[in-house]
């Protein structure tokens, strides 16, 4: 793990009698309220593969400039996903993670629904997280849900 997402992914398609010569200008829409990890500085492309039935997200050596809503680079690749993304300056030469996969309200999220689950089925002292009551609980959960939805996608 070098780097994050920062939007939508996208691919190039053309007609069976089209060619792709020179390359084209490929600019993909950032979510510009989407946190970003200090971690990464690098405005960059990635392209997206299906692997054993999961995405794989790799990072590619292009140009990428930036409008601040959007990253644009030439491309000369059709039928190749590519995403807008952000990474660390060492993402080439990096031989372990840089940052954390984990989203901490997702963490968070996690604990208050198995302490939750732990009230509704009786287990008081099974998944409780300290100075939460069980009605506090569902309540937080809900929130954090909603805070989720607008920091973590």
């Known amino acids: 793990m070098v780097g994050q997402l920062l939007g939508e992914c996208a691919k190039v398609t053309l007609g069976a009698d089209e060619q792709l010569l020179n390359g084209i200008k490929f600019c993909l829409k950032i979510k510009t309220d989407r946190f970003v990890a200090e971690e990464y500085t690098v405005d960059s492309f990635v392209t997206r593969t299906l692997v054993d039935g999961e995405f794989v997200y790799t990072p590619v050596t292009k140009t990428v400039s930036s409008t601040g809503k959007q990253l644009c680079a ?68 809900f929130a954090m849900s909603c805070f989720f939805v607008f920091c973590c996608t």
């Open 74 to 141: 030439t491309v000369t690749e059709t039928g190749t996903y590519f995403c807008p993304g952000k990474l660390a300056a060492t993402w080439a030469t990096a031989t372990e993670d840089i940052g954390n996969s984990k989203c901490p309200i997702m963490v968070l999220i996690a604990q208050l629904q198995a302490a939750a689950i732990a009230g509704m089925a009786g287990n008081d002292d099974a998944g409780v997280i300290p100075g939460l009551n069980e009605g506090s609980s569902i309540g937080v959960l």
